[in-house]
């Protein structure tokens, strides 16, 4: 691959918590299985949350294979907050220029997995995705609202090599363009990451944030 050789890389490391909460929580019933609600004790205080997902039903572009591993992992597709239409499902060439691969976020009792999936040379998703990150979903909190209801700060897009470009300009020493998409990891109204892919490995870029 051309054009990368200068890109600085630092190596994945776990993403910042927002609300950090002490052990003691409280999960009340939820009204529908694809809302989690409850309380969760923050610097002492009882704090509500309120996080809605979306069943995989909802992204008809994924493909079929991918659908089934999703649902035999009892995964759901959690919303940011911000949310005003699906997300959290991206479709990018994140293994190489012209590869169609996936990521997705997966929330499972109470665990929030980045999975990615590569399209394999035969047109097959491999059998099993890259787990990128994880947390526990109440981890992932954050205050949004005046009643001081916390909400789901987790989201990620795309990245094409000009967004990532632009995402280095600022840098004193600005790397060589990638020559493929890059996962944006996002925390709400907080920050970005890139997670790239080269030479069978992940790795976040270095950007000027």
């Not at 996080?51 to 992204?59: A, E, N, T």
Request: net charge negative.
């Amino acid at each position: 691959m051309q054009g990368w050789q200068n890109v600085a890389f630092a190596l994945i490391g776990g993403c910042g918590l927002l609300a950090a909460p002490t052990l003691a929580q409280q999960a009340s019933p939820a009204k529908s299985p694809l809302t989690a609600q409850g309380q969760i004790i923050i610097a002492g205080r009882s704090t509500p949350y309120l996080i809605h997902h979306l069943p995989v039903s909802s992204f008809p572009d994924l493909p079929a294979g991918i659908v089934d591993l999703l649902n035999r992992r009892g995964c759901t597709i959690p919303q940011t907050y911000e949310a005003h239409r699906p997300e959290n499902v991206v479709r990018a060439s994140l293994e190489h220029a012209g590869s169609s691969d996936w990521a997705v976020l997966c929330s499972a009792q109470g665990t929030v997995s980045l999975l990615v999936f590569f399209n394999g040379a035969n047109g097959h998703e491999q059998a099993q995705p890259v787990v990128l990150a994880s947390a526990l979903e109440t981890a992932r909190l954050q205050s949004h609202d005046p009643g001081g209801v916390l909400g789901f700060n987790w989201g990620i897009d795309p990245a094409t090599p000009q967004q990532v470009r632009e995402a280095q300009s600022g840098m004193q020493h600005r790397p060589a363009q990638v020559d493929h998409d890059a996962l944006a990891d996002s925390t709400v109204e907080h920050g970005t990451i890139y997670h790239f892919y080269v030479k069978s490995n992940w790795f976040v870029l270095e950007t000027a944030d």
